[in-house]
């Protein structure tokens, strides 16, 4: 019987086979594998998480946000309008395009989701008298402006912009509107919405103009350029002016004055009546709330 030593196994191992420092180094190089496959996965899903769940830019995340408040909270009969899909055409309008570019028809997909129209004898224009309307329709919640609408109240306030060359929304260094940049984002948002809210109001309508301007009526504004020229006389049967004065500054123009007479004459040829206040009471007794000392709000108690 032949004698077979036991001898311990050798360091090389089997011969033809694979060192043990060789395997243990296979195993960690397999392992440091493994955990970077599992990390680079899981950053990958957190980036398509994320992109998939929400918007990511500070002008989607508020143009989102307020669509949701508006539709949900603040006017629920509007509940069934669908944000994202309404956030995705307002991008469309402009996202990858030449910020300087933007036409009409590029905010239409965008228009058709979120007609929200308002009833005969409501609508409130405005022009250099932003924060007095909108205290006053905060208050008078029966009148709406531009602002107390879907898309109105989702671009208030808000600047954009795309580039050509990215899918990115820039809020912070778009073009201002010029010669040679004439048709930016926000300016044809603005022109195209206004010139809507105007064809569709009905009955009398109202504007409230700023009195302490040396011209509270202005071809150049949103109001003197657009709204006034897209009313319908078929629907619209008087335009409604009040004419406002800073409780404290003087007034520089009533409805007596030359620029409102102007806005008259445009209004009676196109066929509507017009009307004129100066410092409309409902919306004075608001001013003096800031100012219920001055002599002009004594006087109104
Ligand atoms: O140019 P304006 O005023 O006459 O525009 C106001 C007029 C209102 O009746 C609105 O229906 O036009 C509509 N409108 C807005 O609602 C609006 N909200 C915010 C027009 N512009 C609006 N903005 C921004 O303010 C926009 O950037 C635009 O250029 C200014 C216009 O304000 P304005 O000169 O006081």
Redesign the pocket.
């Known amino acids: 019987m032949a004698d077979y030593e036991l001898s311990p196994a050798s360091e090389d191992g089997p011969r033809g086979g694979t060192s043990r420092p060789v395997r243990v180094g296979l195993i960690v190089c397999l392992l440091v594998i493994c955990i970077m496959a599992i990390v680079i996965g899981y950053l990958g899903y957190l980036v398509w998480a994320q992109r998939s769940s929400g918007p990511t830019d500070y002008v989607s995340g508020i143009v989102l946000g307020r669509c949701l408040s508006f539709t949900r909270i603040a006017r629920p009969e509007l509940r069934d309008k669908d944000c994202k899909k309404i956030l995705d055409a307002f991008k469309s309008a402009f996202v990858s395009k030449d910020p300087c570019s933007i036409t009409r028809e590029d905010y239409q997909p965008l228009i058709n989701l979120t007609a929200d129209p308002v009833p005969c004898d409501k609508s409130l ?6 924060e007095l309307v909108h205290e006053y329709t905060g208050i008078q919640k029966e009148m709406f ?3 107390d609408t879907l898309l ?1 109240y989702m ?3 808000l600047t954009w912009c795309g580039d050509p060359r990215t899918s990115e929304i820039k809020h912070e260094s778009c073009p201002h509107r010029n010669e040679t940049c004439n048709s930016t984002a ?2 044809v948002f ?1 022109n195209v ?2 010139q809507k ?1 105007a064809e569709s109001a009905c009955g009398t309508v109202y ?1 409230m103009l700023n009195g302490s301007r040396d011209t509270p009526f ?1 071809k150049a ?4 350029g ?2 006034i020229f897209n009313l319908r006389p078929e629907k619209v049967h008087t335009l409604q002016a009040w004419v406002m004065h800073n409780v404290e500054a003087v007034s520089r123009d009533t409805c007596s004055g030359s620029s409102i007479r102007e806005l008259k004459s445009i209004v009676e040829q196109r066929k509507i009546s017009f009307e004129c206040y100066n410092d409309y009471r409902p919306a004075r007794f608001i001013q003096c709330v800031k100012h219920s000392s001055h002599p002009t709000c004594r006087a109104l108690l």
């Open positions: 224009f405005w022009s250099r008298s932003k402006t531009l602002e109105g671009g208030d306030g926000t300016y603005w919405i206004s809210f504007v202005s504004s949103t109001f003197g657009v709204e």
